[in-house]
């Protein structure tokens, strides 16, 4: 029996869907998305689905796998809608953890550990109670306990995570979530996480609720920030590395749809209805930011594409200013053609592809013509005059992104899910455009950039097809240290013995055991199999142990390899048609 794969992505402006099987795309959907109730719009792209032709209950029933792209999350943390946090901190002899803190409510803990784990000060965990009483009062929904040093040791973090959760209140600890080395960014990364928890699984218990009552009782899984996919228990308990999923959406849809050669290094540029998010591909694979995912403003220890999202999309606003029109960064509604009242890019690109016989248009033009021409006559110039000064105002600030993101990777050595490409200097030989508006600015954008500009087949559902095709990923940091006997898997909670003779290779390949254990507890027997592990890094250390005598402090970073289930290609005369291979 024909098995499916179903790809959802929940954008700011529309919720894509998309069906994959042996044969190609099976079916796509596109819905409103309603941002303040993301479920709806699930429910109402699925619905899409169903009616469509060869579709109905036959191929809902069978599909296998659903795995699911959302901004609510990140949209929460840039609104100031997350939760209310509060922050325990242990930190020891050292800078003061409070120039770290995040929030309005933070206790210091005394105590602390060295950098090998070893309690240099007993933890005190009275203040802690003390101030879980004021921040219940203070309507805070969720703690953050983060302890220096924890990744060697969690001791005192459990200890803290023990005291918190007397409370009732759901807890995040900062070595469950990385086992890397840096106090500053493991406190943001263990907050946005407690931030987005509940709002995350209220989202997910909706969906999973609406997929079941469309009748599809597939495993559910969200896509990470790296371009990897989670189970959806996972991302339960880790919803900060599903923060920002839209732009590896639309890389891992690029990834199926394109053919992104290798020795090559192109840029990608996914255009919706609110944001343009760019991304780039080295030697066919997406490059990965080494610094680790930002949020507002603060560095966190989530892998992350290395990618960058300006305010323009084909609803975004026409701003009259003093050195002309300005294109976003708001959005209020759709376009003028689309039924709004203020026009917006797309009925600039309306007006001026109206006068070209044989152009793309969209919607109601003639509605795009008259609200272009109420804004003109607010400036004192002709619509067409100004739908051109909007364009060239687009295609400066993406053009100006571009840029931007270029500097950035050329400014620090890079990886990309291949390798590390050192500081190697990265010139974008062609841009890969997707998105809802993108055949109607891929010719433009070619001349302002000039670079070949190519729209893949599907380019308007390409991030749910990226996300329907994205394989199971996960990545784990273990650490050993033969002085004390001992090695440990953070994120894991997990400890072991280790043989005081034991050498880099063999942590290396327990760690990569760890890690299969831990796919096989998290994922189904069938997902996991043909996937490949890697080594990020793997490094040794001479030390002394208690005694002075000779020991080695050993750390191995390894990962599943982020990367897609097939490619969609197309074939005959239909650029639609595709085999999943």
Not at 234 to 245: A, F, T, W
Request: with cysteine; hydrophobic share 45%; proline share 6%.
């Amino acid at each position: 029996m024909t098995e499916y794969v179903l790809g959802i992505d929940a954008g700011g402006t529309h919720t894509d869907a998309a069906i994959c099987g042996p044969e190609g795309l099976v079916a796509a959907a596109k819905t409103v998305t309603r941002r303040d109730d993301l479920p709806s719009s699930v429910a109402a792209v699925l619905q899409a689905l169903r009616e469509m032709p060869g579709v109905g209950d036959a191929v809902l029933s069978r599909i296998r796998r659903v795995t699911l792209g959302a901004t609510l999350a990140v949209n929460a943390i840039v609104q100031d809608r997350a939760d209310a946090v509060g922050l325990a901190l242990s930190a020891g002899p050292g800078l003061a953890p409070e120039r770290f803190a995040l929030g309005e409510h933070v206790c210091v803990l005394p105590g602390g550990l060295d950098h090998r784990g070893t309690e240099v000060t007993p933890l005190d965990t009275a203040p802690l109670a003390r101030a879980l009483d004021r921040w219940k009062a203070a309507d805070v929904r969720a703690v953050a306990c983060v302890g220096k040093f924890s990744p060697r040791n969690p001791a005192h973090e459990n200890r803290m995570r023990e005291a918190a959760a007397a409370s009732g209140l759901p807890v995040s600890c900062g070595h469950c979530l990385s086992g890397q080395l840096n106090f500053p960014r493991r406190i943001a990364t263990a907050y946005y996480n407690a931030a987005v928890a509940r709002i995350h699984a209220a989202f997910l218990d909706a969906v999973e609720g609406e997929l079941a009552r469309a009748g599809i009782h597939a495993p559910v899984r969200l896509l990470k920030a790296d371009g990897g996919a989670v189970p959806a228990g996972l991302s339960r308990r880790q919803p900060v590395q599903s923060i920002l999923s839209g732009p590896a959406a639309s890389v891992m849809g690029v990834m199926a749809l394109a053919p992104v050669e290798e020795d090559d290094c192109s840029l990608l540029m996914d255009m919706g209805g609110t944001t343009t998010d760019i991304a780039l591909f080295v030697d066919g694979s997406p490059v990965v930011d080494r610094d680790g995912m930002p949020l507002k403003g603060r560095r966190t220890l989530v892998r992350a594409l290395a990618s960058l999202s300006i305010g323009v999309g084909g609803d975004s606003l026409l701003r009259l200013t003093s050195d002309g029109v300005r294109v976003g960064p708001l959005r209020d509604g759709p376009a003028c053609a689309f039924g709004g009242e203020r026009p917006t890019l797309l009925d600039a690109l309306n007006v001026l592809d109206a006068a070209v016989p044989g152009a793309s248009l969209s919607g109601d033009v003639a509605a795009s013509q008259c609200g272009m021409a109420a804004l003109a006559a607010a400036a004192g110039r002709d619509a067409a005059t100004l739908a051109a000064e909007a364009e060239a105002d687009a295609l400066r600030q993406v053009a100006e992104a571009a840029q931007s993101l270029l500097r950035a990777c050329n400014g620090r050595p890079v990886y990309t899910l291949a390798a590390l490409k050192g500081m190697r200097t990265l010139q974008p030989r062609r841009i890969w455009l997707v998105g809802g508006p993108a055949d109607r600015l891929r010719e433009r954008l070619a001349r302002h950039m000039g670079l070949p500009v190519d729209c893949p087949s599907h380019a308007d559902v390409a991030n749910a097809v990226g996300a329907a095709l994205t394989l199971p990923t996960a990545a784990l940091e273990v650490y050993a240290d033969t002085g004390r006997g001992l090695l440990r898997a953070p994120a894991l909670d997990h400890e072991e013995r280790l043989s005081a003779s034991s050498r880099l290779p063999q942590v290396e390949a327990r760690a990569l055991d760890l890690l299969r254990e831990h796919l096989a507890t998290e994922t189904s027997a069938g997902d996991v199999e043909g996937l490949r592990l890697e080594v990020l890094e793997a490094d040794a250390f001479a030390t002394l142990d208690d005694g002075g005598y000779g020991a080695r402090d050993m750390r191995v970073s390894c990962q599943v390899v982020p990367g897609i289930a097939g490619r969609l290609r197309a074939t005959g005369g239909d650029a639609g048609d595709g085999v999943w291979k």
